[in-house]
């Protein structure tokens, strides 16, 4: 009889085993559904085309560092995302610093240190070179660090109808991309890289709709307007040392990996912290991340690992491990629909694996009613939930313009007199210092909700005792991490409103 029990708990302990390793070791996906034609070099980076018909390769080398391919490699190969043919590849190019893919898909760019270049998708032909310069569309371009260029790129992104890239001192740089043409440039870094010793390169990611660009150097993560660099908010919690910024494909939430194996991700809307988790080992680099088309799956890449990796960020635990690779994963991607993850690394291969957590389907426009709209608006304000505001915003985002009337209806903002606010802008230049200060009193008690027209203000006033009034008007805004729910509402609102009619850009007067 004691022989029956002590066998009876010992099948209990292991069924119990069981159960924790499985808990402990997801899912592997070993197997990949589709090899593509082989690379033959390192590749940088892989995005896919807006339609999700071509997948694009930029080339990294033929080893683990830069600088390693040779000026005849193709800067970049297209294969077919289906079958995984190649179709074609630039006419050289060597080595590529980075790729992205234009907003309508018929270009997508590559960048040497010296300049980013443009290609055709139909035919990868070179279309033009946006190089550093310091004459733009208007004239010189003030306010560069140091005498002559001097100057070398070090990170860049489409945003809408420009490119911005990011420069070596600490710079961003914005193009017109379909006519070529310079457009303006200002310092974004508080301290250029080229004056410290041991640092790592800047680093950046755009939100076009919103007409932002964040950039981070080591530590110092900061969101700031496209147009004129004026810092809009300081991103807490970064990793150590920065070496990736992106977004979600809807770009509500903002993604960041580093030299210390952690992710970190904040809102879009106003750069408050939702979360930031140990996804790799102590010393393990991420320099490469992509997120799934829903923004509930991560993938990166890093120095160290041979396996992929599938991270649910909310659970902040690996749902999967891909299967494992004859050398290091350097690039990553999500297919388009949100089935397949894409990995390659320095066995020159591109391998797709499905996902063994296939997608949840988002509700489409048409089955968004009003008490789903009410309720995320009332969710907008969660001031202690981060990620319940991020999945109301994207859910407006999918109901589209028509809840714009709701929102002016629903949200407890204050109703602006804009023929009072536009005056106010104006005596802020007043000659009389009563009128100058009576008009500061009276914008300083608007809060979140006359941000927008102090920043437009601030980008067209050439007054340097105007522009100093209205930055310290923006700086006496709480920041993301002190604001109440009612100013966290009026926040992600305005944001929304600027997500769904995104405005032209336009770069300011005697920029």
Partial sequence: MLVIRHRVWFLFLVVLAGFALADEHPPRGDRADLEFDRLGVRPVDLVYSPDGR?????????GVHRGEAPAGEPA????????????RNTDGGGQTLGLDVSPDGSRFATATASSVRLWS?????LVTE?????????????????????????????????????????????WDWRGGEALTAFNVLSVSPQATRGVRVPVMTTLPELGR??????????????????????????????RVLTTTPDRTVILAGGHDGRVTAWEATTGRLITSFQAASQGEIIFR??????????????????????????LQRITQRLGETEGRVYAVAFSPDGRHVLTSGTDFMISRFPLEALPVEPEPPEAINDAMIRRAIADLGAADDPWRAVDATRLLLRAGERILEELDRAVPSPRLDMRRVEQALVELDDPAFEIRDAAYRYLSTL????????RQALA?????????????????????????????????????????????FEVPPGE
Avoid: K, Y
């Avoid at 660009?213 to 150590?240: C, F, K, Q, S, W």
């Fill in 54 to 62: 071509w997948l694009i390769g930029g080339h990294g080398g033929t």
């Fill in 76 to 87: 970049a190969r297209i294969w077919d995302a289906r079958t995984g043919r190649l179709l």
């Fill in 121 to 125: 998708t139909a035919d990868c032909s």
């Fill in 130 to 174: 946006l190089r550093l310069q310091a004459e733009a569309r208007d004239g010189p371009i003030r306010g560069l660090r140091g005498e002559g260029l001097g100057r070398s790129i070090r990170d860049f992104a489409f945003a809408g109808d420009v490119l911005a890239a990011i420069s070596s001192h600490g710079e961003i740089w914005v």
């Fill in 213 to 242: 660009v964040v950039v981070a150097l080591n530590t110092e993560l900061e969101m700031r307007d496209l147009r004129t660099g004026e810092r809009i908010a300081m991103l807490e919690g970064a990793p150590t040392t920065v």
């Fill in 289 to 314: 991340l992509a997120a799934s088309p829903d923004g509930r799956l991560i993938v990166w890449g890093d120095a160290r690992s041979t396996r992929g990796q599938v991270w649910d960020m909310r």
């Fill in 447 to 454: 809060g979140p909700a006359v941000e927008r027209h102090l």
């Fill in 460 to 504: 067209n006033s050439e007054s340097v005792e105007v522009q100093a009034s209205l930055r310290d008007l923006l700086e006496s805004l709480p920041s993301p991490e002190r604001q109440t729910a009612e100013a966290l509402l009026a926040r992600r609102v305005e944001a929304l409103r600027q997500m769904l009619q995104p405005a032209a």
